[in-house]
């Protein structure tokens, strides 16, 4: 006798959707995430969807109707509850936007937990566009199967930053003019951490000095070969999962 | 008094040549490079131009005409000889073009010694165009600053990969049936590596037994998140470096 198939099935649509979700709730989407089922998905009523709200996890469900403007779900069981990450925090410097558009997506992917980004004297960027910045993060989650979201906030100065530092917490930054081996320093101060990385061309010395003044703060080095930006962010919190994360 | 001015200026162009560079020599640029330094860069006789060619290092030079299609340099002293770098390779299946491009540029940029594309079952692409990913790795040696470019191959069947695979390397392949952690896994088999990345939806089980049947393969974990080929293959290098490579 064949398996009983899988339901729903592992090609099935996935999709962030506002919460909390639960079981027999119908759902009714519009805009985006409707033209996305209805016109490239091309979904049946009958057909699977996945949903997550980063709230209570991942459920299944199916099409209830597809009109012209809106996609009607009905939510059927709980599939896995809202995945656990590690307390991870990145503060990341601005950059270009294509950069920092990998800078989004890779932190989540890697399961970073909360994402701050930050305006520094040598940024050539000092905006961030909130709701491209979300979309972005939630297509990284949503292709990685992912039912957490990072939580993303909008760009502060460093100065406020570290003001405002939380206690606890320790503040890794990548200091050009070098710091300890990362992943030493990682394995040597477990618990709460915050990943600080500068923008090209580093921090000024003004900078580096407001940083070290800060008790929780630990100087790491990435390596003897200088790093685009982006590449020291996606690199640290890589070393940082393997080092004191859930890997 | 001020200080003397660092010359050649850290701003000045930065270009890979066919070389050997030697102290004298003239240096006759046509082409894309051409077009490069006198277009885009818009410089003149007397400015300095930095070049590598992979072999002697990083040598300081001024321009000494600049044509209507070529750009003459006068080589002057050398700067660095060529860095070493770990002895790491990467062996990434072929992912979607812009993914793989991604993969080609953060390897150059981590430190990678040498790039072995492979094909696998479940790759969407099999051809790679050499002249294009070559420019790609040229291009993010020269942004970092680097003076050794990784040694670059043409695709290859896993089989062929497997077949022909060198006496005293280490493969350690990314299985997302579970491992080894991989920075315990890299600290324990220190020495001559490579790193092997499957393709979206990893490999299937023939390949799985091929790779594991080698006595040489070691299968790493790279986390309980699932992450994209290229995501895999920049994280795996950046623990790698950080475990047993020169960080």
């Known amino acids: 006798m064949p398996a009983t198939p899988a339901w729903p099935p592992r090609s099935a649509p996935r999709l962030f959707v506002a919460g909390p979700l639960a079981e027999g709730a119908a759902i009714v989407l519009e805009g985006n995430p409707a033209h996305y089922l209805a016109k490239v998905m091309r979904v049946s009523p009958g057909d699977a969807v996945i949903l997550c709200d980063d709230l209570t996890g991942e459920w299944a469900s199916r099409v209830a109707s597809v009109g012209k403007r809106e996609v009607e779900l009905d939510v059927a069981e709980r599939l896995r509850a809202r995945e656990a990450v590690p307390d991870l925090w990145l503060c990341p410097a601005l950059l270009k936007k294509d950069r920092f558009d990998l800078v989004l997506e890779k932190a989540t992917e890697l ?137």
């Open 111 to 247: 399961g970073v937990a909360e994402i701050h980004p930050v305006v520094t004297r040598r940024c050539v960027a000092d905006k961030l566009n909130p709701e491209r910045a979300r979309a972005l993060s939630v297509e990284a989650a949503e292709q990685c199967a992912r039912t957490a979201l990072p939580v993303l906030t909008g760009p502060v100065p460093l100065a406020a930053l570290l003001r405002d530092w939380p206690t606890g917490r320790t503040l890794f930054f990548a200091d050009e003019h070098g710091g300890d081996a990362a992943a030493a320093a990682f394995a040597a101060r477990p618990g709460p951490a915050a990943l600080l990385i500068g923008p090209e061309g580093g921090f000024d010395e003004a900078e580096r000095a407001a940083i070290r003044a800060l008790p929780l703060a630990s100087p790491i080095s990435l390596g003897p070969r200088i790093l685009r930006g982006e590449t020291a962010a996606i690199t640290a919190i890589s070393v940082w999962m393997a080092a004191a994360g859930d890997w």
